[in-house]
Each structure stands twice: as C-alpha cells, then as structure tokens.
C-alpha cells in the first residue's frame, strides 16, 4: 500500500507593511492572525471590533489573497466605505477588485450577472418602498379587495408582513400570529395577495429589496454550477454586526462558506436586541454548533467607559443565561460610580434631568456630549416638555416628537370635533380616514355640514357666564360656556351623502362620535381617548400603521396624560402648544443647525453610539423591561441585552432613573418597582440619590454631599 506523502503550498514569506503587533493588543492580534477556517470574533462593546476586522482583511490581502477572492459583508453602505477606506491608507493600494458592501448591494451586483437563471432581464427596476406600495396597492385593486371597507392591511403594512416572512423563514399565516393577529382569520387572502405581488413583480420585471436576497439564495441552492462558482470565488468571507443577521443571511453566508469554510463572524451576542425586525439571536448563538472546529475569539478591552461604568455593565448582562460569558475589561483610568436617581414621579424625574444637564454644562461639558435614553418613545413625554419648558434645546434621533405623530393626531381630531364642531381640520382628518374618501368627499361632506351646524343654533349662540375670568388685552373679561352642540346626530344626518363603500364605516363611526360625546365621557379627556381607541381605532390603526402595539402604548400614554386635565378643551390647549413649539422649532431649523442640543433617543436608535454622560430613564419594571416580554424568557433576556446596550453607550457619566409613582389608567398615581434589572445589580457598584423636591428648589443628596439649585 502506498504511503499518503502530504504535500504543503509554497508560498515566498510575506513581507508585512504593518506591525500588527503594535497596532494591536493581544485580543485583536490572536482574531487578526487568526489560521483560515471558521471563527467567531466576539467582539464587546467598545472593544475595537471594526479596528479587528479592518487589520483582518489588510492582514490577508498581505499574505497574498487577491482582493477579488475577499467578500466583506456590512449593514450599511457606510460601514462598507469606511472599513475599505482604512484597508486602503494601512497597505496602500487599491482595493477596487474587493467585493465589500451590505448584503443587498452585494445580491444586486451578482443578480444582475444572473438574471437569465431567473427570467428577468439585467436592467430590472430596484424597486423602493414607495414603489413597493403602489404595486401592492394595484394587487389589491385587482383583487376587488378595499383596505378600509375590510379592515385589510394597507399595501405598506402588507409590505412589512410579506418582508418579515421572507428573512424570517416564516409563512404568512405564522407572521401574522406573531405580529399581526387581527388580520389571522384573513390570513388565506392575504398570503393570495402575496402570489400576486410575485407574479407582478416579476411581469413588471421589479425585485424589491426582499428579493436581492431571496433571489441571491434561490440562485445558490437551485443552480449547482452557481453555487460551486461562488463557493470557490470568495475565499474568504467576513460579516460585520453578525448578531443583526435574520434567518435569511445566516443561510447565505452558511452556503457561501460552504467550500472554503473560511467564514469570520464578528459581533457581540450581548448587543443582539432587533429581533423585532427580523434578527435571528440563534445565528450567533449556534455559530459554534454549525460550524464544531470553529475559533473563537473573545475581545474584551474596553476603551470608551471607566471601570465603574464597565463592572456596572458585566453585571447587568451576567443574568442572561443564552449567551458566550466575557468581561469587560476597562483600558480608562477610574472615574466616577454610576448614579442610581429615585425619583417621586415622571415629572420630577425630567426636572431632575433638565437640572442636572444645566449643571454639567456649566461645568464645561457640551449638550451634544449628553443623551437620553428611553426603551420607548413615549417614556420621554414629560421630559420634552420640561426642556422646552426651560428652554433647553434638544434633538429626538428616535424620530418625530410625540405630539407630532399621526396616529396621536388622528384620535386627538375626535376630541377637537366633540369640542368644536366648527373644526374644519378635524371633520376632514377624520372623515378622510373612512374608505371612498378622498379630498373631494371631504369638502363635499363639510360643506353639508357646516350647513347643518349653522341650522341647529351653533352660530351665534348667546353666552352663558360660568364666573370665571380671563386676562383679555390687560382687563378682565368674563369667560363664557357655549352650549353643547352633539355632533354625532348632524353626522348621521349625512349618511345619504356617503359613497356606499363607506356606509358601514360611516355608521360605526357616528356610533363612536356619539358614544364618547355621552354625558360622562365627553369633558374627560382621558376617558374620551381610550373609548375613541377601544370602539373604532384600534382597528384602524393595526389596519394602516406599522408598530401598531407601540403605536397603542402611545396613544395609553396620551390617555394617562390626559388625565390631569379637568376639561377637554384645556387638555387640547395644552396639545396644542406643545405640538405649536415643535412645528416653531421645526421651522427655525436652519438657525438652530449649529447650536448644541441634548440628544433624546431610544436605544435601539442609539446602538453603536457614545457619549461623555447618558440618562437611562423610566427603569420601571413593565417599561423597561417591556411588559410583553416578561411571558417570554427569550423576551426578557432581549430587553436585558437591551439595557446592557443602553449602558455601554457612557463614556464618563452613567445616570440609571426610575420614578416611584406613575399616573395609570383609572386615575391617580400607581406605584412603579424598580426595573428587575436595577435589582440585578450589586448595590455597591451605584451610588444612590434621593431628591428632595422644595417650594422654589430641587435638591438631591449624594451620600453626605447635597447639592440644591433653583428652578
């Protein structure tokens, strides 16, 4: 029998322009130098994970590997430039032949090589979201389906249902139990639209953006020759944020390491906290299981936060029990405890906040160097209004203000047409929201309307003295209480003039006006907005808008803020204000662009961001965490990665803050336990303040230390 002889490639040694070794600590160099094969980079928070994968790819490119055999996958389009502008400055050449990008520019690239496998042409149409829901709503035209008639999703919603499918794995009938559950019993005709849509598509030769990667997969798994092509052209494949890959890009990047099998996953399962949009924890999780001879690395340098932030952030996530354990280990010299703030209720919670960023700017630190963080937009409520209350400019990364928000506005045009039937604005918001509808009917409907106001005495009526007074040009004048005027029976009164699409609709809808107008109801505002929610909403709202279980904790919070008010009109006063010093900010936003501002953001919006001092708010359990997650282990170990996230984003200053009480549906303050994560956390890695709230200060106590500054 002949002895097997094993014969080893030759290659001359490479002569390295870089000392990787000095530019790299031990962690970083190990993953760098890593020998081909899987590997799993789990890289912490803050602890150089685009520096490793930058030096990785310069590292390989050195040794020999042509650029066009390295595939570098990235979520964004700028991650990708960056990391192959610093590839290029350290060996500097020209990267131009390295196929870098994110997974979608990627798939469109070698789509377009492909498409005869696939029956289209090379110059199909990308087609964007916008596009995307105009074909869909041509799906439904063509079904004879009407979204508002049928409470059936609207072509964007259908878009965000047919989307999670696809990177999920999943049917539709199982993205709408998960996501969607009103719309399960219309599961059948909905997933009918989809085959549509395909067909469609593909008519019209369109992809979206599901289909670069669908399509990319397909390619893989049904053409043999493909597969093997690709398997053999990319060496080497490297994927940046890998804890953010759905179902779908595991499979792709399973199957394009599936020759070489030199797959380097980077990431950090701690920061895996968007399955809400699709990611999939497992795929990090199980690399190990996948792959059995895999390396893993573990980077643990820390060089943003100091000690004290950073022991405070091992403990924090040490109670998750489906992760890789590693320690943060601090490069920064020692610096201050973070700071535990008990607070009596919301508000003084954001006075605390507008208080102590006041101070610290006085002591040279910048509003841009300061954030707040919050799990849901809402949570910031009170804090926004306590700023402009001060005048404290601020900026929202987590997208428009409360007040500004559409379906906040569309319950409050409920309460403003009960109040003043002469609400223009309002009659045509709501009337607009109705199917067969448009801006036509709406003008149509308000003209008989008003002509019908005018019939039942709304205009003028005599007044009626209440004996109270308001300040009116320097004297005092009586105010006045004008009759009530019902709206819901003027309303019915116009059902002949409604298209018969609407008929159904706009009988439920007189049924809402008429039953929140109801003696009881009408001058509570936060009464009038969960009826307005619970009797014809609710429905609309998962009909036509994404988010709609965060959309609903909203409008619960509008509802609880409501609650101060006695009357509905001061109520909508107050709204209107609030939403007034937005627009006014809005519309002075080319003089604002070079003053600083405190930055305001959820902390999904905040992920791989830094700052010199952050406010984590609202730690009440059943906020944050979430109170949906807490039927879920997997759920609530999410929201634990979540804060985790949220307290590696501190540089020098870390403020966890809860309040004591919180105002809850029914009325009254409700008492509020601390976040279960907060108790997660030894006692001696915080230091506690408690506020003591005076007649005209506010002071807090640092053990021994008190600090009062006036309002």
């Known amino acids: 029998m002949a002895r097997e002889y094993q014969l080893h490639p030759f290659r001359t040694p490479a002569v390295l322009r870089i000392d990787y070794a000095h530019e790299l600590n031990p962690q970083q160099l190990a993953a760098v130098t890593a020998a081909?094969?899987?590997?799993?980079?789990?890289?912490?928070?803050?602890?150089?994970?685009?520096?490793?994968?930058?030096?990785?790819?310069?590292?390989?490119?050195?040794?020999?590997?042509?650029a066009d055999r390295i595939l570098l996958l990235t979520f964004t389009n700028k991650a990708a430039r960056e990391m192959m502008q610093r590839v290029a400055d350290l060996i500097g050449g020209d990267l131009g032949n390295l196929w870098g990008g994110t997974f979608h520019s990627v798939g469109m690239r070698l789509l377009r090589r492909h498409t005869d496998r696939l029956g289209y042409r090379p110059d199909f149409t990308i087609a964007d979201r916008e596009d995307a829901k105009d074909l869909l709503a041509a799906c439904l035209a063509e079904a004879g389906i009407d979204p508002k008639a049928t409470r059936f999703p609207k072509p964007e919603i259908l878009g965000d249902i047919f989307s999670l499918a696809v990177n999920l794995g999943y049917t539709v009938a199982a993205v709408l139990e998960r996501d969607y559950d009103t719309f399960v019993p219309l599961a059948e005709v909905i997933e009918q639209v989809r085959q549509r849509y395909v067909e469609r598509k593909r008519a019209t030769g369109l992809m979206d953006f599901d289909d670069l990667l669908v399509l990319w997969l397909h390619l893989l798994e049904t053409?043999?020759?493909?597969?093997?092509?690709?398997?053999?052209?990319?060496?080497?494949?490297?994927?940046?944020?890998?804890?953010?890959?759905?179902?779908l890009q595991g499979r792709l990047l399973d199957l394009l390491a599936g020759r070489h099998r030199n797959l380097m996953a980077v990431g950090d399962d701690a920061q895996s906290i968007y399955s809400w949009r699709g990611a999939n924890f497992a795929n990090i999780l199980e690399f190990t299981r996948r792959f059995p001879?895999?390396?893993?690395?573990?980077?643990?340098?820390?060089?943003?936060?100091?000690?004290?932030i950073l022991a405070l952030a091992n403990a924090a996530i040490a109670a998750n029990t489906r992760q890789f354990p590693k320690v943060l280990q601090p490069a920064r010299k020692s610096g201050e405890k973070p700071i535990l703030v008990v607070c009596g209720e919301a508000g003084e919670q954001a006075a605390f906040i507008a208080q102590r960023v006041l101070e610290l700017r006085d002591e040279g630190q910048s509003l841009e160097q300061m954030c707040v963080l919050y799990r849901s937009h809402f949570h910031a409520l009170e804090l926004q209004m306590e700023l402009t209350r001060r005048n404290i400019p601020f900026q929202i990364t987590s997208g428009i203000r409360f007040f500004e928000q559409a379906h906040l506005k569309d319950v409050a045009a409920y309460l403003k047409l009960i109040t003043n039937p002469a609400d223009e604005l309002a009659f045509k918001r709501l009337v607009k929201m109705l199917p067969g509808i448009g801006g036509k009917g709406a003008d149509k409907l308000w003209h008989a309307f008003r002509l019908r106001l005018?019939?039942?005495?709304?205009?003028?009526?005599?007044?009626?003295?209440?004996?109270?007074?308001?300040?009116?040009?320097?004297?005092?004048?009586?105010?006045v209480e004008l009759p009530v005027i019902p709206v819901a029976p003027l309303l019915a009164g116009l059902a002949a003039l409604v298209p018969k699409k609407a008929a159904v609709a706009w009988a439920q809808f007189c049924a809402t006006i008429s039953q929140t107008e109801a003696d009881g109801i009408r001058d509570q505002p936060a009464k009038m907005i969960r009826w307005v929610v619970e009797a014809d909403y609710a429905d609309y709202l998962k009909a036509?808008?994404?988010?709609?279980r965060n959309r609903l904790d909203d409008l619960e919070q509008l509802a609880n803020y409501a609650q101060q008010f006695s009357h509905t009109s001061d109520f909508l006063t107050q709204l209107a204000l609030q939403t007034n010093l937005e627009a006014d900010?809005?519309?002075?936003?080319?003089?604002?662009?070079?003053?600083?501002?405190?930055?305001?953001?959820?902390?999904?919006?905040?992920?791989?961001l830094e700052f010199g001092t952050v406010f984590v708010i609202m730690l009440?359990?059943?906020?944050?965490?979430?109170?949906?997650?807490?039927?879920?282990?997997?759920?609530?170990?999410?929201?634990r990665r979540l804060f985790y996230v949220a307290v590696t984003r501190a540089k020098n200053e870390l403020y966890l803050c809860y309040p004591l009480l919180r105002f809850m549906q029914g009325g009254g303050n409700t008492l509020q336990q601390a976040s279960r994560f907060l108790g997660e956390l030894p006692r001696e890695l915080v230091e506690e303040w408690s506020l003591r709230p005076q007649l005209s200060s506010?002071?807090?106590?640092?053990?021994?230390?008190?600090n009062e500054v006036p309002f």
């Open 454 to 479: 005018a019939g039942s005495g709304y205009e003028p009526p005599p007044p009626v003295l209440v004996g109270e007074f308001s300040d009116n040009d320097g004297g005092l004048a009586p105010m």
């Open 698 to 706: 506010m002071s807090y106590s640092a053990g021994t230390e008190t």
């Open 585 to 608: 900010e809005t519309s002075n936003q080319q003089e604002l662009d070079d003053e600083e501002k405190l930055r305001l953001s959820t902390i999904h919006q905040a992920k791989g």
């Open 223 to 247: 053409h043999a020759d493909l597969r093997d092509f690709y398997q053999r052209r990319f060496q080497f494949v490297l994927v940046d944020e890998y804890q953010d890959t759905n179902t």
């Open 620 to 639: 009440c359990d059943g906020m944050f965490p979430n109170a949906r997650s807490l039927n879920s282990p997997d759920a609530e170990e999410e929201e």
């Open 293 to 308: 001879d895999a390396q893993v690395f573990k980077i643990e340098t820390n060089y943003r936060s100091t000690p004290e």
């Open 36 to 66: 081909p094969g899987p590997a799993l980079v789990l890289a912490g928070a803050g602890a150089g994970k685009t520096r490793t994968l930058t030096f990785r790819v310069a590292w390989l490119l050195e040794h020999g590997v042509p």
């Open 544 to 548: 036509n808008y994404d988010n709609p």
